[in-house]
């Protein structure tokens, strides 16, 4: 019953500091729920005793997994460098520079103990800085740095403290094991992570292969993940269980509208259950962090080596340290090892100046260092109390307090810009209108209705040929891109339909795609035989090629029955493949390489050539519209293939995209009115005509979600 009170008693505190913030723009949400949690302790003497146990499983698992998975890996693959430097060398000087720094301030303070506090001040919070980048002219490579900073020095920070923690509770360190240690727990850790989520993205594909499509499952499946694979990786494979979730989180299949698997309800609902289940995970950690707070400076004060005001100064002196370290570690990097195009950007010229200062304020401490510091243990093994455990809790909440007001204060006047500035976890999208359904009064002439999927193919059909309408020239990139995701989502609701025998139609349409897939295959060897016959590639990538397409020929007339063993051997030769890919690069010659990639890629082009101008003259021969829109699909998947081949879609600009975002809501706007008009003519039910409606709103939502 207590645990229940305190759960409803901090929700309470964190709705009312929300609904607080919101008239209070220019104060961070975070601060405000820290008040929140100081006046509930000191008004209704409210003390929460934390488990140290499940402290960690219960907010770290979730958050880092939810980072993980949102950063974007382009962006995380292009600046690894300046990431891992700053989430790894960045962390070790600042512990051993910060741990010197808290020793020297505080005497008494074992080293251990330093050490632990400083490094649970590394992780910092990208969120408390993102919502003013744009206002505030932030750099983009600024905000994803700090992203990327974040999510891999949370590991290695938490790691870190872990070890920290481990020596002041024993008493015994060694830097040897420890540093072997840390290798094995991290590299363990991260392939357990890479097999586990592994496992669960093929179990989740595998329900949406078998039909299982409830939005709620498959949304509780996620929340699921992070919990699970760190108890495994912590309590039973005894390694990093922090770099377990994180490599899960990266590794996870988006909830983005890109993943063809999913529909739009399943992503959106899982989005914003993730967004709700955060908000509350950082809503917890810093009104505990308030409740905390009061207890801490009374036993501050009755501390004679200790007051409130010099735990401040002390704490203030350390966030200074570690802006200065960021500050001078940023100057460095970017010295030595960056290259930038920017003339105004030379050693000291003002404007590196000013992206380093940035940069310096811009690493704000938030959830994860409070969640970290709040799991200190009360004893150590002998049975003494943990040393300075309220100063530690003291000092670092003090230290997230001046990062989030100096971040707030600072950082618009040095870009000269203002802006309200949200957290990690505080920043849900709040925009989504509701779409008012068509009047309940329609008039409707009886006939014979349509079920879901029936009227679902009907209105797809519908918009692909009103978009095919508005595509003059048939060359528009914009309408060519979205009419093909159309198309894909019709053929996917044709072998999906209900009907008499709807096994003989999967076997019917199964037939005619392997009919045009062998037409393509047999245009791909007459084009790979004319390269070899003129000697234009060697003969490892004929070879190759020639076996590729005799595998894909082979799958074209191999039949299973058990559809389960089918997708999870192939489920597994994709993995197989991309392992065997990574692990023999290192060991081919680069240059055997660049000419074999020419070869290859000379090879697709032509194929690609052949087999969409064979389509084409079948384009005008067969009226079916099965194979009719089949034809269409084709012709833009070797379409898309050139064009990236060919490197057309480097090319493809910002205006493209919010072309095509556009065009997307026309679309749906066009499936709402064909709804209506079923409707209308009698051919669907209300019930018909409202789930249609859903998951048209569905779509919209996933469209809206993705633009924020």
Known sequence: MQIVETIILIISLLIVANIISHYFVSIPASLIQIAAGVIAALTINVKIMVNTEWFLLVFIAPILFNDGNRFPKKELWKLKGPIMGNAIILVIISTIVGGALVKWLVPSLPWATAFTLVAILSPTDPIAVQSIAKKA??????????????????????????Y???????GVFSLSNATIDFFYISIVGALAGAIMIWIFNGVRLYLINQGVDDSILHAIIQILIPFIIYYIAEDLLHVSGVVAVVIAGIMNISSSRTTGAFSPEIRLVTSRTWD????????????????????????????QSMNTIKALGFAFVIWIMLVVIRFAWSYFYSTFFERSDRTDFNLFSRARFYYCLMSGISGVRGAVTMVGVLSLPFVTNSGAAFPARTLLLFIASSVIIYSLLGATILIPLITKNTAPITYRGNSINTDEDDIDDEADNTEVVATTELNVDEANRIVIEKTINKLREENVDKRNQVYTTVIAEYVFNLHNAQLQSDGPNPISKKRVKGKKDAELWDICLNCELEAIEELHDSNEISEDAYETAIKRIEKYKRGLVKHSYNQSVEFIMAYVRRTLKEITKVINLPFTKREEVVQYNRDAIKIAIAGSKRALAKLRELEDDDENVVYDNLLYLFQRHYEERLELLQGKRRNRSEAFNIERVNLEVNALSYQRAFVQDLLEQGKISRITANNLRKNINYSEEVINYDIQ
């Open 276 to 303: 709700m289940l955060v908000y509350l995970l950082n809503g917890f950690v810093f009104v505990l962090l308030g409740i905390e707070i009061p207890f801490a400076m009374e036993e501050l004060i009755h501390n």
């Open 164 to 170: 920290a923690v481990a020596a002041t509770v024993t």
């Open 137 to 162: 002219k932030l750099p983009d490579k600024l905000m994803h740095l700090l992203s990327g900073e974040s999510l891999i020095n949370d590991a290695s920070g938490l790691i870190c403290f872990k």
